[in-house]
């Protein structure tokens, strides 16, 4: 007879900054169902903004998630843009030109932060040491142009609220050269190891079917063969006018999610320059005073997938209603296809490769009888994550690394 | 022909409403009967995907919008519905047609207190355990 398990995993952990708590149900070392409980960190932003007048509010989905802290306002921005007649024809291409820069600098930081942490999870911690150090030139970039590491408060309903100095673009450039021999270093370490390929490759697979019914979006679906991205299937700042190319793998394991993020900071490195060489001057604001009564919808391709916004005005200065929906909304639900099927070792990262704001970890009890419950911390789930690419390195090498 | 045609041919009188504000947007207005055919046609047959649902509360009774995105030209048709009963809204789940639309319908059910028919496990999704129940804070008259 088959004894099923509880192991919950959950709900805090200090890595990322969005609680989380699964439980899965496992038989032996597979696990055979999961429940995904969120929730621990709603603050009713969506409620909030609707007392909030719509230059305020830019600020308040600023502070949704501190990764993809520009792709909130941008969504917000076009909404109400939308309602406005277009971003295109509304925001200078100055403006436009700068919003693409911040929206590319986010994904690289954002990507490297990931792959630092999926290093990590599967004991690799010189990736993850390497993939933090390359992310402070970014972060770095960012405080120059904004003043700010994260949250950079640059967008706002009608153009950007800060220009990019003249001086600075020639930093920016420099910046993006050094970066490029470490993707490409990162490229060779994780594409060309044998552990990471025996290790990544047919973990957490995600087929095209399933992504289609849990409507994932982003690399996550990437990954698996569905050809989205927002960017390109209704772009927006100026990317119809840029020279790039949407990555798609068909694997849809966790190997196959990596490789799409690490081939994107290639994308994201060349849509930089190219802004920073055609950037025209001008205005960045087309200084807007009023937004009329309608409805909008504003999506960007956020790091993880599109970030959905949609405004209903009254024609007052505060939206009647403000329905926000983030990537990983979408994206974690999926783990309950993803991580079933798979071994316990391997749910940390399969659970982790969807790039949630995920978090965790912290604290983990296994329940082997009700009577009998052990707890661990969320470290020993790591362990046992990292003891099992350890296995793998021997077998490759014969000797522990 | 096109998405657009192939709707306003297999909805046609169903379609009580058609609105495109905005290039890329199109509101279709149904009655809340037609909203799980209209959405089986969009996901099933035509190959959109579900983006969001949004729902909101007014003096004249509940609207939900169904959000589906055609990413081959990047446009969103939105299918409106409204409920009018105040006391006792209810729709049919799109839950049972694709598993996305889960989560989205248990958040609009504990914040709005609209009742999915059909529902797998409709549950609360973020709102806490110990949170009152009939209590619901997207609602116009909710006391903060």
Same mark, same amino acid.
């Given at each position: 007879?088959?004894?099923?398990?509880? @192991?919950?995993?959950?709900?805090?952990?200090?890595?990322?900054?969005?609680?989380?708590?699964?439980?899965?149900?496992?038989?032996?070392?597979?696990?055979?169902?999961?429940?995904?409980?969120?929730?621990?960190?709603?603050?009713?932003?969506?409620?909030?903004?609707?007392?909030?007048?719509?230059?305020? @509010?830019?600020?308040?989905?600023?502070?949704?998630?501190?990764?993809?802290?520009?792709?909130?306002?941008?969504?917000?921005?076009?909404?109400?843009?939308?309602?406005?007649?277009?971003?295109?024809?509304?925001?200078?291409?100055?403006?436009?030109?700068?919003?693409?820069?911040?929206?590319?600098?986010?994904?690289?930081?954002?990507?490297?932060?990931?792959?630092?942490?999926?290093?990590?999870?599967?004991?690799?911690?010189?990736?993850?040491?390497?993939?933090?150090?390359?992310?402070?030139?970014?972060?770095?970039?960012?405080?120059?142009?904004?003043?700010?590491?994260?949250?950079?408060?640059?967008?706002?309903?009608?153009?950007?609220?800060?220009?990019?100095?003249?001086?600075?673009?020639?930093?920016?450039?420099?910046?993006?050269?050094?970066?490029?021999?470490?993707?490409?270093?990162?490229?060779?370490?994780?594409?060309?190891?044998?552990?990471?390929?025996?290790?990544?490759?047919?973990?957490?697979?995600?087929?095209?079917?399933?992504?289609?019914?849990?409507?994932?979006?982003?690399?996550?679906?990437?990954?698996?063969?569905?050809?989205?991205?927002?960017?390109?299937?209704?772009?927006?700042?100026?990317?119809?006018?840029?020279?790039?190319?949407?990555?798609?793998?068909?694997?849809?394991?966790?190997?196959?999610?990596?490789?799409?993020?690490?081939?994107?900071?290639?994308?994201?490195?060349?849509?930089?320059?190219?802004?920073?060489?055609?950037?025209?001057?001008?205005?960045?604001?087309?200084?807007?005073?009023?937004?009329?009564?309608?409805?909008?919808?504003?999506?960007?391709?956020?790091?993880?997938?599109?970030?959905?916004?949609?405004?209903?005005?009254?024609?007052?200065?505060?939206?009647?209603?403000?329905?926000?929906?983030?990537?990983?909304?979408?994206?974690?639900?999926?783990?309950?296809?993803?991580? @079933?099927?798979?071994?316990?070792?391997?749910?940390?990262?399969?659970?982790?490769?969807?790039?949630?704001?995920?978090?965790?970890?912290?604290?983990?009890? @296994?329940?082997?009888?009700?009577?009998?419950?052990?707890?661990?911390?969320?470290?020993?789930?790591?362990?046992?994550?990292?003891?099992?690419?350890?296995?793998?390195?021997?077998?490759?090498?014969?000797?522990?690394? | 022909?096109?998405?657009?045609?192939?709707?306003? /041919? $297999?909805?046609?009188?169903?379609?009580?409403?058609?609105? /495109?504000?905005?290039?890329?947007?199109?509101?279709?207005?149904?009655?809340?009967?037609?909203?799980?055919?209209?959405?089986?046609?969009?996901?099933?047959?035509? %190959?959109?995907?579900?983006?969001?649902?949004?729902?909101?509360?007014?003096?004249?009774?509940?609207?939900?919008?169904?959000?589906?995105?055609?990413?081959?030209? %990047?446009?969103?048709?939105?299918?409106?519905?409204?409920?009018?009963?105040?006391?006792?809204?209810?729709?049919?789940?799109?839950?049972?047609?694709?598993?996305?639309?889960?989560?989205?319908?248990? /958040?609009?059910? /504990?914040?709005?207190?609209?009742?999915? $028919? %059909?529902?797998?496990?409709?549950?609360?999704?973020?709102?806490?355990?110990?949170?009152?129940?009939?209590?619901?804070?997207?609602?116009?008259?909710?006391?903060?």
């Amino acid at each position: 007879m088959s004894h099923k398990v509880i @192991v919950p995993i959950g709900p805090y952990h200090p890595l990322q900054e969005e609680p989380e708590f699964f439980q899965l149900y496992v038989e032996g070392e597979k696990v055979v169902d999961i429940d995904i409980i969120i929730g621990y960190n709603h603050r009713g932003i969506e409620k909030l903004s609707e007392s909030k007048h719509f230059d305020q @509010v830019a600020f308040l989905v600023e502070r949704i998630c501190g990764i993809c802290s520009s792709s909130h306002p941008y969504a917000y921005v076009l909404a109400v843009e939308d309602i406005l007649g277009g971003e295109a024809s509304l925001v200078p291409e100055r403006a436009r030109y700068i919003r693409t820069i911040i929206d590319e600098l986010q994904r690289i930081h954002s990507h490297l932060l990931w792959l630092g942490l999926a290093g990590h999870f599967i004991g690799y911690n010189t990736v993850w040491m390497w993939a933090w150090k390359y992310r402070e030139p970014v972060l770095d970039c960012f405080e120059m142009i904004t003043g700010n590491r994260n949250n950079y408060a640059m967008l706002k309903v009608g153009g950007v609220r800060r220009d990019i100095k003249e001086e600075d673009i020639p930093l920016l450039k420099k910046m993006l050269d050094e970066l490029l021999p470490a993707v490409d270093m990162f490229k060779g370490a994780v594409m060309d190891d044998p552990v990471i390929q025996a290790r990544l490759k047919g973990i957490g697979v995600l087929t095209k079917r399933q992504v289609v019914d849990w409507c994932v979006v982003g690399p996550t679906a990437r990954a698996s063969g569905v050809n989205i991205d927002v960017r390109r299937d209704e772009p927006y700042g100026v990317y119809s006018q840029l020279d790039w190319n949407v990555i798609i793998e068909k694997d849809g394991d966790v190997f196959a999610k990596t490789v799409v993020r690490i081939l994107e900071l290639y994308e994201s490195i060349h849509i930089i320059r190219q802004c920073l060489d055609k950037i025209p001057k001008g205005e960045i604001d087309a200084d807007i005073k009023e937004v009329p009564p309608g409805e909008g919808i504003g999506r960007v391709e956020a790091p993880r997938g599109e970030c959905f916004h949609y405004i209903k005005s009254d024609g007052t200065n505060r939206p009647l209603r403000h329905k926000i929906r983030a990537p990983s909304y979408m994206n974690v639900a999926s783990n309950k296809v993803g991580a @079933v099927g798979g071994t316990i070792s391997d749910a940390t990262i399969t659970l982790a490769a969807v790039d949630p704001c995920y978090c965790c970890t912290e604290r983990v009890a @296994v329940i082997n009888k009700p009577e009998n419950k052990k707890i661990m911390n969320g470290w020993d789930l790591i362990k046992l994550s990292q003891e099992k690419t350890r296995d793998m390195q021997e077998r490759y090498y014969g000797r522990s690394k | 022909m096109d998405v657009k045609e192939q709707i306003k /041919e $297999k909805l046609a009188a169903k379609i009580l409403e058609w609105q /495109e504000p905005s290039a890329k947007r199109i509101y279709l207005t149904l009655n809340k009967e037609d909203a799980f055919e209209a959405a089986k046609l969009l996901f099933k047959d035509l %190959g959109f995907r579900f983006s969001t649902a949004s729902a909101t509360h007014t003096s004249l009774g509940f609207e939900i919008i169904y959000h589906f995105s055609f990413d081959k030209t %990047g446009e969103i048709y939105s299918i409106r519905v409204f409920i009018e009963d105040q006391k006792h809204p209810e729709i049919d789940s799109l839950a049972p047609l694709f598993p996305g639309a889960e989560w989205i319908e248990r /958040e609009i059910w /504990e914040m709005l207190g609209i009742n999915f $028919k %059909g529902h797998p496990n409709l549950k609360r999704l973020l709102l806490a355990d110990d949170w009152p129940q009939d209590n619901y804070p997207l609602r116009q008259n909710h006391e903060s």
